[in-house]
Nanobody, 116 residues
Framework: QVQLVESGGGLVQPGGSLRLSCAAS????????MSWYRQAPGKERELVAE????????NYADSVKGRFTISRDNAKNTVYLQMNSLKPEDTAVYYC?????????WGQGTQVTVSS
């Protein structure tokens, strides 16, 4: 059974940091591209960051470049999102995603709220 379990969300003040984790099971983690998406109230889900499986290439949304860092630990089947210099507009539910040519899996999401 495929599972993606996010953790690390919460309430943080503007300028603060959070580290999200996504623990994966039920599939060959190292062969999947892993990414983080987010969805704010009333908005569409958007890609935040992605790290590929083959070459480790990383892509970020322009809105988070220089503030967020995605990484993966294939030995632990876990992908991380380090979020620094958080802004109120980063408030959203953050979802972990795994994909390859044939499959796409989603986690249940974790809430991140940036507010003073």
């Amino acid at each position: 059974q495929v599972q993606l379990v996010e953790s690390g969300g919460g309430l943080v003040q503007p300028g603060g940091s959070l580290r999200l984790s996504c623990a994966a099971s039920g599939f060959t983690f190292s062969t999947y591209a892993m990414s983080w998406y987010r969805q704010a109230p009333g908005k569409e889900r958007e890609l935040v960051a992605e790290i590929r499986s083959i070459d480790g290439r990383i892509n970020y949304a322009d809105s988070v470049k220089g503030r967020f860092t995605i990484s993966r630990d294939n030995a632990k089947n876990t992908v991380y999102l380090q979020m620094n210099s958080l802004k109120p507009e980063d408030t959203a539910v953050y979802y972990c995603n795994a994909r390859n040519l044939f499959n796409r899996y989603w986690g249940q999401g974790t809430q991140v709220t940036v507010s003073s």
